[in-house]
């Protein structure tokens, strides 16, 4: 058994707790593209990573709509970042972006996948291409850190609700009809 004390207690101890927020010189970025012109005819990239069922769903709609307006789809599914796959990845989104006029990059809806999804974007810019990222907006503030951080601050971000992914299809549809015309705004397309 052990005895009973009557120590004095320990004093309160404060805690700061930090905010993880970067903040970068207000150098200008690299440049930001418009297509400056109607969709048809244009090749619009989607690009998904294959993991979010609703961003899958959204691209389908998506691609629907595009057709409808007269551009040409061209999605591509990402893979892994690392190893063989990685260097597939790599390929395959160098040679995308020349099959490519502007495109659409997605889905960030969680924190590495908002921060592959700006990356994608980026690529893209520096191709010379308008492009958005779709980025749910729950991680908007992560993905525009993300943005600014790797120069391209003023990098296109298309904001969708949070969370997409337990949403049914007829949920999803409505909000991808809703946020394709903010897309084309984004990138300067009209129908």
């Known amino acids: 058994m052990t005895p009973h004390t009557n ?9 700061l707790v930090r905010r993880p927020t970067a903040s970068f010189d207000e ?27 609703s961003w899958q769903y959204v691209a389908r709609v998506w691609a629907e709509l595009l057709r409808r307006d007269g551009a ?6 990402t893979g892994e970042r690392t190893g063989p796959e990685g260097e597939k990845t790599r390929a ?11 495109a ?5 809806t969680c924190g590495s996948c908002t921060m592959w999804s700006v990356r994608d974007a980026i690529g893209v810019e520096a191709a010379g291409k ?10 908007v503030g992560h993905a525009r850190t993300t943005a600014s951080f790797l120069g391209h601050p003023d990098l296109k971000v298309l904001v969708l ?6 949403l049914p299809e007829a949920e999803l549809l409505p909000i ?5 015309p903010r897309f084309l705004t984004l990138i300067g397309a009209t129908r």
């Open 104 to 108: 659409v990059s997605g889905l960030g």
């Open 27 to 53: 150098a200008p970025g690299a440049t930001s593209h418009l297509l400056g012109r109607p969709v048809a005819g244009v090749r619009v990239g989607i690009r998904h990573d294959g993991t979010w069922r």
């Open 130 to 139: 308008p492009v958005a990222a779709a980025i749910c907006d729950e991680f």
């Open 72 to 77: 040409i789809p061209v999605l591509l599914q």
């Open 161 to 166: 609700p949070y969370p997409l992914e337990t």
């Open 176 to 180: 991808a009809e809703e946020a394709y």
């Open 7 to 15: 120590a004095p207690a320990a004093a309160p101890r404060r805690i």
């Open 92 to 102: 395959d989104l160098e040679a995308w972006h020349g099959q490519i006029d502007c």
